[in-house]
């Protein structure tokens, strides 16, 4: 396509119905440090091989959507300044000014679904922000969700987000929510926000068999599977809270807002940890980035 270009090992996966798994850039662009984000990119691209899968880093690169990326240009998007933050409506400005953009997850899942992979990775969704009622500031990735047929495994939404609302937004744009060995919504960093779920799953089979009914039904919309953090890496909820309130004071007195709200309060919650949210944020992608895959080989495995 003018477009687009997909890695030539992507596509011969995609060719032969082999599992096919695909990440974000804006996580290395945008949500985590040199040279923490080439180390969690690569980590996620090895545990998806490791699994049997193959991964699909998608990127905006001089005026292209990459489908796939090679370690050049992983590299590339980890050590570069000036890196637009694309989201599903920037695409195609991105294109036509022939910029390098780091994609986020309603970017990400729009170009995975038309170039026909099935299911995506990544931390954590966006959501409704706090005061979002009044503010309207709620992530375009709810949306994108509500519209793209595609298969999200991720830990929740960002723990600094309003997480029942963001829920609720969730069922309102028809996404079906599956706890993975949980019967509540995880908070990211955290393993329980209380918030409980209707379905669940406990094997990365049961997840691909709800997978088959829901594309059977042609649904329009997907599927969020939500995998609790580790507990070795788990952050406990009322720190995180406490972080969180200090980090929304601190942006609003230096009036940071928009796209730049996201990474300033995870970088300001990961000083105040001392560094372990940092150390959360790079084994939950993993670890989401290895149970996708699971799901991804169950699904080939029938033909899916």
Request: hydrophobic share 45%.
């Amino acid at each position: 396509m003018k477009y687009s270009q997909i890695h030539p090992p992507v596509q011969a996966a995609l060719s032969a119905n082999r599992a096919v798994v695909a990440f974000e850039t804006s996580l290395i662009s945008h949500g985590l440090p040199w040279p923490k984000n080439l180390e969690t990119a690569q980590k996620m691209e090895t545990t998806a091989k490791n699994q049997g899968a193959i991964p699909a880093t998608v990127a905006v690169h001089k005026g292209k959507i990459r489908i796939g990326c090679d370690t050049l240009l992983l590299e590339h998007f980890a050590r570069a300044q000036d890196v637009l933050k694309v989201g599903r409506k920037d695409l195609s400005a991105a294109i036509a000014e022939g910029r390098d953009g780091g994609t986020t997850v309603s970017a990400t899942i729009h170009c995975a679904a038309a170039a026909g992979i099935n299911i995506f990775a990544t931390g954590g969704i966006g959501g409704v922000h706090r005061g979002g009622e009044k503010s309207l500031d709620i992530s375009a990735d709810l949306s994108a969700l509500g519209r793209t047929a595609i298969t999200v495994v991720c830990s929740g939404a960002k723990s600094i987000l309003d997480l029942a609302k963001t829920l609720e937004v969730l069922e309102s744009q028809n996404v079906l929510v599956i706890g993975f060995g949980t019967d509540s919504l995880p908070a990211f960093y955290a393993r329980d926000s209380d918030l409980k779920l209707e379905h669940r799953v406990d094997t990365p089979e049961q997840a691909a068999e709800v997978l088959r009914a829901h594309h059977a039904l042609a649904m329009e919309s997907a599927v969020l599977v939500v995998n609790p953090i580790d507990k070795e890496f788990a952050i406990d909820w009322q720190d995180l809270q406490s972080w969180t309130e200090q980090a929304e004071m601190e942006a609003a007195t230096e009036c940071v807002s928009g796209k730049a709200l996201t990474p300033y309060l995870l970088g300001r919650i990961g000083e105040l940890s001392e560094g372990r949210t940092l150390a959360a944020n790079q084994a939950l992608a993993v670890g989401n980035a290895e149970l996708a895959a699971q799901i991804a080989v169950a699904l080939a495995a029938e033909g899916a």
